[in-house]
């Protein structure tokens, strides 16, 4: 294999990092974001400690960790991590996960592995993010391989085969796990599926049939569960501008918006929690007459859906949300009447902040009350 192939998505290699901090330090645009995120500290000093740092591992506790740790203390009230399974540190996963929050789902989940002396992971991030040469430069010392999004048919084909032969190869000679979203996108109703065209392109690399294909991934399904989501008034703003007009996209503009609100907006209670690894699962399938693709997709996202579904932890909000959108009482014994202020009042808050033209209240709440019960529907569907 020529791994020169993977030169231009890969995260940098450790020997690459002087000249890739070198090149940080001289940028004014970095200097700024550096300044802003840790104001007490002159950029002097941070300049040297990036010098200091020999890995991307180094790099990553020396800043990322710190700077996500703070996040973590002032926005949420707390982090935790379950799993099904004790990791073998000997292997390599791909982290399956629904998607919530652009920089955070994975920002936090390192910081559980590394308070667990376990690997950081990889992290699939679409090139659509990084709007500017520093955060391209960034993403990739934090251990980034990039997703690249703005192709045609026929290069969108080519760039989907190489990234899935950079994972395979990243999973089996690596030995280093991964984590990447079910989906493009956040699903802004909380609406969790896994695309199957994530794992017809997890399937593009690798050797032998596709079933050992997706196997060899070691795919470990990931539940994130935010009892807050701080992007959920500008997710039921994104709908109604959507709903009045069809050509609606957002701009680069409402991306960043979408990353600062997410990173410091309030969560609540944040949890992970991992399912068991399903290779042995995806092995032992056993597919219909002519041994058909998409019904094997079909069945792999399936049994990644039960597992993320199946592990979320829920909140007071979650049932209050179930109760009033569906007009029942069905979950009242699941939260006291205070409970339920408290989240009433937060949604009025959070619906205070959507300032658009014909505002369309009753289906703004609708909204938003789906983004919050839709976790406990597709649960309670089994």
Not at 259 to 272: N, P
Not at 344 to 371: G, H, P, S, T
């Amino acid at each position: 294999m020529d791994i020169t192939e993977f030169d231009e998505i890969r995260p940098y290699h450790d020997e690459e990092l002087p000249q890739v901090f070198e090149e940080l330090i001289a940028d004014p645009a970095f200097q700024r974001a550096a300044c802003m995120t840790v104001p007490d500290v002159p950029f002097e000093v941070i300049a040297e400690k990036m010098r200091a740092c020999k890995t991307k591992l180094e790099f990553q506790i020396t800043f990322c960790y710190g700077i996500l740790k703070k996040i973590a203390n002032n926005y949420t009230d707390g982090l935790t991590l379950s799993s099904d399974v004790l990791l073998d540190k000997t292997k390599a996963y791909t982290f399956i996960s629904n998607h919530r929050d652009i920089i955070l789902d994975a920002g936090f989940l390192s910081v559980l592995l590394v308070e667990r002396d376990l690997e950081t992971v990889e992290i699939a991030i679409g090139d659509n993010l990084l709007i500017y040469p520093w955060i391209k430069k960034l993403v990739r010392v934090n251990k980034s391989f990039i997703v690249q999004r703005a192709l045609t048919m026929r290069q969108m084909l080519e760039s989907s085969k190489r990234m899935s032969r950079y994972m395979h190869y990243t999973i089996n000679d690596k030995k280093q796990s991964i984590w990447i979203a079910q989906r493009e996108g956040r699903a802004k109703d909380s609406d969790d599926r896994t695309q199957d065209s994530v794992l017809k392109m997890l399937a593009m690399g690798g050797d032998g049939t596709v079933q050992e294909r997706l196997s060899g991934m070691n795919i470990v399904p990931l539940t994130l569960s935010y009892e807050y989501d701080p992007c959920d008034y500008l997710k039921a703003q994104e709908f109604q501008l959507k709903r009045d007009n069809p050509e609606y996209k957002k701009t680069t503009q409402d991306d960043l918006r979408n990353m600062e609100v997410g990173m410091f907006g309030y969560k609540g209670h944040v949890h992970f929690h991992m399912g068991p690894c399903i290779s042995e699962d995806i092995t032992n399938m056993e597919m219909g007459p002519g041994n058909c693709k998409s019904e094997l997709f079909t069945r792999v996202s399936e049994l990644i859906d039960k597992n993320i579904h199946k592990n979320y932890r829920f909140y007071p909000g979650n049932y209050v949300a179930y109760d009033l959108l569906l007009n029942t009482d069905e979950m009242s014994d699941k939260y006291s009447s205070q409970e339920k202020e408290v989240f009433m009042k937060y949604l009025e808050k959070q619906m205070d902040r959507i300032d658009i033209e014909n505002k369309d209240v009753d289906f703004l709440r609708d909204k938003f009350l789906l983004m919050y019960a839709n976790p406990l529907i597709n649960h309670l569907r089994g």
